[in-house]
């Protein structure tokens, strides 16, 4: 992580957000201030403990106010402005959100019903944007239709699980960066995030209840299966032969399909997990029983399951989701191979579920 810089910092540095600081950097900076320490538990529980999760300085009422005037100037809090939630409370509620240069992000959370994987349980699942657009150019996706503007910085990341739970007024307990953006491609602000969401001064979410999902990055998913944080990997594959996967994700021309399979199996050997293969059919593209043969051959290798996801559609883009019976077909090929695979019934389509839809909805409205 990078070391702690904006306590002492010059007014040419750019003030650091509140949710962007670890527990160690904010002790450090409060001793450049000639305060103590314990000062710093008592920020991080005046920002993440969920009796408290204060939107301002002035509500941590323990702190000297001096004190709080000058971090308040250094370290800002920036909660990203809710423009428009769809959907309701007992159904996938989708947020969009403005950050405080304007731009506009998404964030789903998915209740507590078929969950991300298809089976039956109690998770209330976030899934988080990592980026404002995205530069990887997946066929499918709406967002990259509008192209890459940023980074989200490590608070930007925070923050939406934050919000989430103070709209719900539920407790996130599943995590998913599967929203706006490659967090590979983000990855010192991502992983600054993670340990922030799962650090017990944070939100105190365990890392086994987040999933990262990438579309391929392969020097990224090596570096993270050398990290301590038991982070569960989803790869968004869509397509088990280079032919096909390249049609729809031009991240394959440059890390092509068995290079992936072994930043993979690298990831399986290092953090002794299951990963996971998100698999959106698309009719007439990667639906074919040929592709579902590969795919289990593939998931076999690695133990790996299957996530089969019908294609959502998106306006300005060609796709289809194929019938239920040629999804069923696909689905039954695999179960046939032995692979543990689901089918999951998304929720959302009829509020823009998919990624960057209603931000981009927005976008060309205004």
Known sequence: MSGYTALSMSDSVKPLPLHSLSLGE?????????????????????????????????????????????????????LPEVVQVS?????????LLKLHDGELIETVLIPASPALYGEESDRRTLCVSSQVGCAYGCKFCA?????????????????????????????????????????????ANFLKAVTILNAPWGVGLGARKMTVSTSGLVPRIMELADQPLQIRLAISLHGAS????????????????AELMEACAYYCERKKQMITFEYILIEGVNDAPTEARLLADRARHLRAKIN??????????PWNRPSEPAQEEFLAILRDRGIAATIRREKGHDIDAACGQLRRRMTVSV
């Open 26 to 78: 904010m002790e450090i900076g409060l001793r450049a201030l000639g305060q103590p320490s314990y000062r710093a538990k008592q920020i991080m529980e005046w920002a993440y403990s969920r009796d408290k999760r204060v939107e301002s300085w002035e509500g941590m009422t323990n702190l000297p106010a001096a004190l709080r005037s000058s971090l308040a100037e250094q370290h800002p809090i920036r």
């Open 87 to 95: 959907g309701s409370k007992d159904t996938t509620q989708k947020f």
């Open 143 to 187: 967002s990259g239709l509008d192209g890459w503007k940023r980074h989200l910085t490590a608070d930007e990341i925070v923050t939406q699980v934050l919000l989430a739970e103070k709209i719900s007024g539920e407790r996130i307990n599943n995590l998913v960066f599967m929203g706006m953006g490659e967090p590979m491609a983000n990855y």
């Open 242 to 257: 280079d032919v096909v996967r390249s049609q729809i994700m031009p991240v394959n021309q440059k890390y092509p399909v």
């Open 308 to 317: 089969l996801i019908p294609y959502n559609s998106v306006e300005g883009l």
